[in-house]
């Protein structure tokens, strides 16, 4: 089996083509023996790109773990350059690749690759509007309780807010199961811990983040994440906070733009290396 690795802004992935769409799934296990940074080749996640039903091409996701992920923004921009790499794709006109969230758009800017992720929905919108918060959130290392937001999109998260920066980065490395969240989402979630950073002299709004992936634990950075964090710190803040957001996490800095619930993500991505497995 051929497998190339890549990542974006850390977020570290393998991809293989099936595009005559032949192949087996793999097994879970097979999946978190590739996925595994010892016993495998380390990944947080696995993307399958296969025929489209609608659309160029299907990209099919499993995080490291093997459960089915709706989509991944900074695996979308893998693939994007995958696809580009490998002639798949020239981007002088837009990628439109079929999710299990729907249909994401991708076109080439510079210095990487803007995604059209589509509508953030915040899923108990009363309650959001009326607390901006409709969960409770325990998180390993910090005393008590703290309010949660749910943004759909279109995969699960929940943004918390965190006092300051210090306390972001005084936070131990974090399993899934240093994060409890109050009423406990069905499908599971994503955790986005952020701290709003004011504004830069372009008006750009500035998060810090640290995120803990729903099938993988904490990763270097997630793109859905950034656009759920950004989306819930808008807000928050409410009418005239800003519309671009640079969302900084340990693995670098994605941009997203925001018009009304559309959101758009922008950031670098880049193929590693190419694996045979041998077995
Ligand atoms: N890292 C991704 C998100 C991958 C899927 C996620 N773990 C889930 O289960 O929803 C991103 O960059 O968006």
């Known amino acids: ?24 799934p793999l097994a879970d296990a097979e999946v978190r023996r590739l996925c595994d940074r ?3 080749i380390g990944a947080d996640g696995l993307i399958r790109i296969a025929p489209a039903r609608e659309g160029d091409f299907f990209m099919d996701y499993r995080n490291a773990d093997g459960s089915y992920a709706e989509m991944c923004g900074n695996g979308i921009r893998a693939m994007a350059a995958y696809l ?37 929905i915040l899923p108990a919108r009363e309650i959001a509007e009326r607390d901006g918060f409709d969960v409770a959130v325990t998180i390993a290392g910090i005393a008590g309780q703290r309010p949660g937001l749910s943004v759909a999109l279109p995969n699960p998260h929940v943004v918390v807010a965190l006092p300051d920066a210090a306390n972001l980065a005084a936070l131990p490395w974090l399993a ?12 599971g979630t994503n955790v986005e811990l952020v701290v709003p950073g004011g504004e830069t002299s372009d008006g750009h709004g500035v998060i810090d983040m640290r995120v803990i992936e729903r099938g993988v634990g904490e990763t270097r950075s997630c793109g859905t994440g950034a656009c759920a964090a950004a989306f819930a710190v808008r807000h928050w803040a409410g009418a005239g906070a800003p519309a671009i957001w640079q969302v900084r996490m340990p693995g670098g800095t994605l941009i997203v733009e925001i018009d009304g619930e559309d959101v758009y993500l922008t950031g670098p991505a880049e193929l590693v290396a190419d694996v045979t497995l041998l077995s």
């Open 84 to 120: 580009r790499e490998r002639g798949l794709h020239e981007f002088s006109a837009p990628a439109r690749i079929e999710t299990r969230g729907g249909i994401v758009t991708v076109n080439a800017v510079a210095g990487g690759f803007r995604v059209a992720m589509g509508r953030a």
């Open 38 to 40: 010892r016993l495998g």
């Open 1 to 24: 089996m051929q497998l190339t690795k890549a990542h974006a802004t850390a977020n570290d992935f393998l991809l293989y083509a099936d595009l005559a769409g032949v192949s087996e």
């Open 176 to 187: 899934e199961a240093d994060v409890q969240i109050d009423p406990a989402p069905r499908a």
